[in-house]
């Protein structure tokens, strides 16, 4: 089971588990993550867990910016539009950090070979 663990000073504080629904993050009371936080958009990111397109056994996290005026960093890079998460990954948001859990996670780019004719 996938989770998104809220860190204070590398210590889980809270977690939030992906399923069917968007994991909204932001400060509007809508959000499933809901952040007091002035550096934090009221609709700023989303996190997703879908099938593999290409193996449907396997689930993949995402995560999105939703044009949030300071911006969602993966690993410390600024991201633009739709990327993966894997197992170990920090988001920050804001000054709030996130880490993913994933215990069953398989990072199948490392299985991918290219064939040609």
């Given amino acids: 089971m996938a ?24 400060r509007h009371p809508d959000s499933r993550v ?16 879908a099938a593999n397109p290409d193996f449907p ?9 939703l044009g949030s005026t300071n911006g969602t960093r993966v690993n410390g890079e ?6 993966q998460l894997h197992a170990g990954d ?5 000054w709030n950090e996130f880490k993913l859990i994933d215990h069953k996670s398989k990072n199948l780019a ?3 070979h290219i064939l040609h004719d």
């Fill in 90 to 94: 920090v988001v920050k948001i804001g």
């Fill in 34 to 49: 809901q952040i007091d936080d002035g550096a934090v958009s009221s609709r700023h990111a989303v996190v997703l867990l």
């Fill in 110 to 112: 490392s299985t991918v």
């Fill in 57 to 65: 056994d396997f689930q993949e996290v995402t995560i999105e910016d």
């Fill in 78 to 83: 600024k991201i633009v539009g739709r990327v």
């Fill in 3 to 26: 989770q998104l663990a809220q860190l204070i000073d590398d210590v889980v504080v809270n977690k939030f588990v992906l399923g069917d629904e968007p994991l909204t993050i932001g």
